[in-house]
C-alpha cells in the first residue's frame, strides 16, 4: 500500500502542490504573454524586437518538452473509467452545441447497406 493511501493529509498536500505549479505556470505564461505583446506593440530598438523573438524560440522549446514528456498521460483517458466518461461528457456536450444528435448506445452510426452500395458503385 502506498504512503499517501495510508496518510490522506500528505496526498491532499500533494495534490495542493501540483496544482500551484499549474497555477504558476499559467501566472508567468500570461506574464509572458504580456511582454511579448509589448515588445510587439511598443519596442523600437533592434536589441527589444531581437528579445521577441528570443522569447518565441524559448516558448518553443519548452513546449517541446511539455509535449514529449507529457504527451503519454494523456492515455488516462483511455484507461480510467472516470476520464472516459468525463470524455464522453464533453464530446456530448459539444455536439449538441453545434446542433449535432449523438447516435444512442447500441445504435448504428452508420447505415451498412448504404456503406457497400458506395463500395460496390467504386469497383
Do not use: C
Not at 510587439?40 to 522549446?61: C, M, R, W, Y
Not at 456536450?93 to 446542433?99: D, M, Q
Request: zero cysteines; glycine letters at 4%; hydrophobic letters at 35%.
Amino acid at each position: 500500500m502506498s504512503q499517501d493511501s495510508q496518510n490522506p493529509e500528505r496526498a491532499n498536500t500533494r495534490d495542493i502542490s501540483v496544482l500551484q505549479l499549474l497555477t504558476k505556470l499559467v501566472r508567468e505564461t500570461d506574464r509572458l504573454v504580456q511582454l511579448a505583446d509589448d515588445i510587439d506593440t511598443h519596442a523600437t530598438t533592434p536589441q527589444a524586437k531581437a528579445a521577441f523573438n528570443l522569447i518565441g524560440s524559448e516558448v518553443n522549446n519548452i513546449l517541446s518538452i511539455i509535449k514529449t514528456s507529457l504527451e503519454p498521460l494523456y492515455k488516462i483517458y483511455e484507461l480510467d473509467p472516470g476520464m472516459q466518461a468525463l470524455e464522453q461528457g464533453r464530446r456530448s456536450s459539444n455536439l449538441k452545441e453545434i446542433g449535432v444528435e449523438e447516435p444512442s448506445e447500441g445504435e448504428d452510426n452508420y447505415d451498412e447497406q448504404a456503406l457497400w452500395s458506395d463500395l460496390n458503385v467504386r469497383k
